[in-house]
């Protein structure tokens, strides 16, 4: 198994990152992205992905950070390294009045335009995305930009099958965490009976959003992540290993890596 979008730089995970990583392997998980948030932690990505095989980074701006200094020369400069395979997290976040949707833009619209001067320059990664109540107006800027939407992947997916039919129609990747597990949020189990298993992806999200049956566990961490392909399996009436290595095919596909043996 193979989770596809953690937070190994989380003081409550990089502080035992070793032991994350080896119960990690002791349940199986090949190999965990660690997902940057701003350009406070980017580097910490890239660091740990350097230090350890089976581990791999992003490079960018989460929304949450769309009003801390961002350092773009930085976050350029890490998407020229091979263990840098995706740039993001980013997208936009309505959840909270703070940061502002005009500071949210701005640095989504950076973001982008760094993205497609970096495409022009021959490096070419997919985009991780972060999206809360807020998917028209974040689908609206990406269809204003040339950048191929099967390059997208929608992370932490919480919405409707509505909403997931929008994303697929789009052309873009979906990415489920512990959230699909929980039986207080049963149109996120609806979405994910929708989406195709070429274009779907499992991951913790860790160190939030723990998966039935350790959902009181904190923190979460990439070792549970096959509690929730257990329970994607299930939905898609599938074998888990079959399913297992259906989705671990596509993150080696979708991220353009080699998975450890």
């Not at 949210?104 to 619209?109: I, T």
């Not at 950048?147 to 489920?176: K, R």
């Not at 049963?186 to 499992?202: G, Y």
Request: net charge negative.
């Amino acid at each position: 198994m193979f989770d596809t979008h953690c937070h190994l730089t989380s003081p409550d995970l990089h502080v035992q990152v070793k032991d994350v990583l080896r119960r990690a392997l002791d349940k199986g998980v090949r190999g965990a992205i660690t997902v940057a948030t701003g350009s406070h932690d980017a580097p910490m990505c890239l660091e740990l992905a350097r230090q350890f095989p089976q581990v791999w980074c992003t490079t960018g701006i989460h929304p949450h950070q769309a009003q801390e200094p961002a350092d773009w020369y930085l976050i350029r400069q890490i998407a020229n390294d091979p263990k840098c395979v995706a740039w993001g997290e980013l997208g936009l976040d309505w959840h909270y009045k703070d940061p502002p949707r005009e500071a949210q833009y701005k640095c989504l619209e950076a973001h982008l335009d760094l993205i497609e001067k970096a495409r022009k320059e021959g490096i070419d990664k997919p985009i991780v995305v972060h999206c809360r109540k807020s998917l028209p107006d974040l689908l609206e800027v990406f269809q204003a930009r040339d950048l191929p939407p099967e390059q997208f992947v929608f992370h932490c997916f919480t919405g409707t099958p509505e909403e997931a039919s929008i994303i697929l129609e789009f052309g873009a990747w979906i990415s489920f965490t512990g959230v699909v597990t929980f039986a207080s949020a049963p149109e996120v189990a609806e979405a994910a009976k929708l989406v195709p298993l070429d274009r779907l992806m499992v991951e913790t999200d860790s160190p939030y959003l723990s998966p039935e049956p350790v959902r009181k566990t904190r923190p979460n961490e990439p070792a549970h992540v096959a509690m929730i392909a257990r329970f994607l399996a299930g939905l898609h009436g599938m074998d888990y290993q079959d399913f297992e290595s259906i989705v671990d095919a596509n993150a080696a596909r979708f991220f353009n890596i080699t998975l450890p043996e």
